[in-house]
């Protein structure tokens, strides 16, 4: 509050004292401004003037005048000029065997504008209908489209428009004879050279090349030419038909082609139009096939593979070379196709995607009717055919076309090596299940149509059941435990086999070691067993499993984050484990079955031997004595497997069949079976 004192009203006076003078002396400078300007008068005529610059002083700034330049005339465009059918620009030729060059047409004629409609149809960058429809040198569209020209010549009917025709054939005749018949003659004689490499790329035209050593074919876009590091180069960009995981698209690809000297066959070049294949028929024939199956897998997928696979690609790009360099992987195993979880859950794209659409026309006529006159009245009857635009996201039916143009390559999950690979189309089949897997696994009854039936009732009614909090305790977990090589891992092998999922087995080392990497590695595998209705197999989980303690935080948050996940698992989760006994008391009451197994009996081994016998390729009556014998020795299943492989191995050398002698050479070698077999 302020004081009622001298001093308050002294300084309170000083300020307002101030802030008068300042307002009095902001107004007696705008009455200052006021009266310089009235003086001065600038600005305050309503009207514009207008400066001219003609010519340049030495420094190549304008210089600018009041007056009109005597040099300058009138619009050269106008009512005149807009009678005649074709503006023709011309400009000094560098060329001296020329005087000039046309440097653009500007096509008026209606006839004209109608025709070019046909000629030019599908052109990027081309909309015949504007008013002013202008063409720039070296007319690339012409050059492209000349065949069509001509052919339009040749067929028209219409006296007037063909006259028409007939006045911008042979314009463009004159101007552009060195070029069209320079592409002639290269593509008479199959071969071309750089600087006219632009002549048979032709925009909508189907390109052949390889990706992979795959044949591709792609719709080429446009090209331009490029400094490179390496020197000048011809950049290509054509687009391929792809599945992104939700819909079908189109992605573009560059392809690179180095400047080369002289001339080069066309079908030597990294990618060429398809008409210069030698066996083109085939080819569309072939990968239009192999598209119609390429559309077939899209969505997710259980299949069998046995070929190459491509560790790492980026769907066919080329480097400065000209070249794609990736690594191959020979495999044979099951993969899972499913690019929506390649995409989407593991951060993965497919760059430069366009929607995939097509314009169908529902016009029935030929492509020769798309323009019509009528020949009676001498007026143009433009024949519009009505157009819809179809999306392929929404599971419209191909064109032929968009099934040559598929990708050769799917993304896919191999079950086998645990990783994400490309997988080329052919090699791609139905997996042939075997029915005697469940049977052949040495449990009671009892416990194997337990197993079978949660699994099978998981993955089938597992909507149907929820917790007070939704999503959670929605999945089935079963523990089994017991001494290594009892059928553990078997277990859910088999159950997987007998249900035709997928069987996605993950080691405990390779979720990570800290709490948030487990997590996030839990998080994304069990979204996608749940997705692919796979049976998934945490092989000694130890680890997760063991007791809690006050001294070990960092196990302790493993644990903790492990429980929490398990909580929310909507599938079937085997996990195996060695050690039971020291097994956190939480996971009890989170495990719906927990089987142990015990050690084999000589019973169980036998049947295990007699199984892995009749599995090989083939074998010699061992008898019911030496089996006997085998039966014996303390050997778990994953033991004698190895022990059959191995005699397996010994009696190919030999190129004989599998026999007890050979099983005994084994054993012997591996110091097992001494007083029994030996």
Same mark, same amino acid.
Not at 105 to 120: A, D, E, R, Y
Not at 170 to 182: K, P
């Given at each position: ?34 009266? !310089? ?21 030495? #420094?190549? #700034? ?142 909508? !035209? ?116 000209? &070249? ?23 951060? #993965? ?36 055919? =009505? ?34 690979? !490309? ?69 859910? =092998?088999?159950?997987? =086999? ?50 809690? !303690? ?39 009451? &989170? ?23 009749? &599995?090989? &390729? ?61």
């Amino acid at each position: 509050m302020a004081r009622s004192g001298a001093g308050g009203r002294s300084t309170f006076a000083f300020r307002r004292s101030k802030d008068a003078a300042s307002a009095s002396g902001t107004s007696a400078s705008a009455k200052t401004l006021t009266k !310089s300007t009235d003086e001065k008068n600038e600005g305050k005529k309503c009207s514009a003037k207008f400066l001219y610059g003609n010519e340049h002083d030495n #420094n190549g #700034n304008l210089i600018w005048q009041e007056e009109y330049p005597d040099s300058w005339k009138g619009p050269v465009e106008n009512e005149e000029t807009q009678k005649h059918a074709l503006l023709i620009r011309k400009t000094k030729s560098s060329d001296g065997r020329k005087q000039d060059d046309i440097n653009s047409i500007v096509i008026q004629s209606p006839f004209l504008k109608q025709v070019l409609g046909f000629v030019l149809k599908g052109y990027p960058g081309i909309t015949t209908s504007l008013d002013r429809l202008q063409f720039d040198a070296p007319f690339e569209p012409f050059v492209h489209r000349w065949e069509k020209l001509t052919e339009a010549l040749e067929n028209e009917q219409h006296a007037e428009t063909k006259k028409h025709i007939e006045l911008l054939h042979n314009v463009l005749s004159e101007e552009l004879v060195y070029a069209i018949g320079v592409k002639n003659d290269f593509v008479k004689n199959s071969v071309i050279s750089y600087t006219h490499l632009w002549t048979i790329f032709q925009p909508g !035209s189907l390109l052949y090349s390889r990706l992979f050593g795959q044949d591709r074919v792609t719709k080429f876009q446009n090209a331009y030419d490029n400094e490179g590091y390496t020197g000048t180069e011809y950049h290509i960009n054509s687009n391929c038909v792809v599945w992104e995981g939700e819909k079908f698209a189109q992605s573009q690809i560059q392809h690179v082609i180095k400047k080369f000297q002289g001339t080069v066959p066309i079908n030597q070049l990294p990618i060429y139009p398809i008409e210069f294949h030698a066996d083109a028929a085939e080819l569309e024939a072939r990968l239009t096939a192999r598209g119609k199956k390429y559309e077939s897998l899209s969505g997710y997928h259980y299949k069998a593979y046995k070929g190459k696979a491509i560790d790492s690609m980026t769907l066919g790009n080329t480097n400065s070379s000209g &070249r794609t360099t990736y690594e191959e992987t020979e495999i044979n195993s099951r993969i899972v196709i499913d690019e929506y979880s390649y995409t989407r859950l593991l951060g #993965n794209s497919i760059d430069n995607t366009t929607p995939l659409e097509s314009t169908v026309s529902t016009n029935e006529d030929s492509d020769d009717e798309d323009y019509a006159v009528d020949s009676d009245q001498e007026t143009l009857s433009p024949q519009k055919p =009505e157009l819809r635009t179809t999306s392929y996201s929404e599971a419209a039916q191909f064109t032929p076309e968009h099934y040559l143009l598929c990708s050769p390559v799917v993304h896919a999950y191999s079950l086998q090596l645990k990783r994400w690979q !490309s997988f080329f189309i052919e090699p791609i089949t139905d997996i042939t299940f075997s029915n005697a897997a469940f049977e052949s696994l040495v449990l009671p009854e009892d416990q194997k149509e337990l197993i079978l039936s949660f699994a099978e009732s998981q993955v089938k009614y597992k909507d149907q059941f929820d917790d007070v909090i939704a999503g959670k305790g929605q999945g089935i977990i079963m523990l089994l435990s017991g001494p290594p090589g009892v059928g553990k891992t078997l277990t859910a =092998e088999s159950v997987a =086999e007998n249900m035709h999922t997928p069987l996605y087995q993950i080691g405990a080392g390779e979720l990570g070691t800290q709490a948030y990497e487990i997590e996030q590695q839990l998080e994304r595998i069990f979204t996608m067993a749940v997705k692919w209705d796979a049976v998934l197999l945490l092989d000694e989980c130890d680890v997760f499993l063991e007791k809690r !303690s006050v001294h070990d935080l960092q196990r302790n948050a493993l644990v903790s984050t492990f429980l929490r996940m398990l909580e929310y698992h909507s599938g079937v989760l085997f996990l195996t484990t060695n050690r039971v006994q020291s097994m956190d008391p939480a996971f009890q009451s &989170r495990i719906h079955v927990s089987l142990e197994y015990p050690g084999l009996n000589e019973e169980a081994r036998e049947k295990i031997w007699r199984n892995f016998l009749a &599995r090989g &390729r083939g074998s010699a009556e061992f008898g019911n004595t030496n089996m006997a014998k085998l039966a014996k020795l303390d050997l778990n299943g994953r033991q004698i497997k190895n022990v059959i492989k191995t005699a397996q191995l010994l009696a190919s050398r030999k190129e004989m069949l599998l026999s007890y002698d050979h099983v005994k050479t084994v054993l012997k070698i591996e110091g097992k079976g001494q007083g029994v077999i030996y």
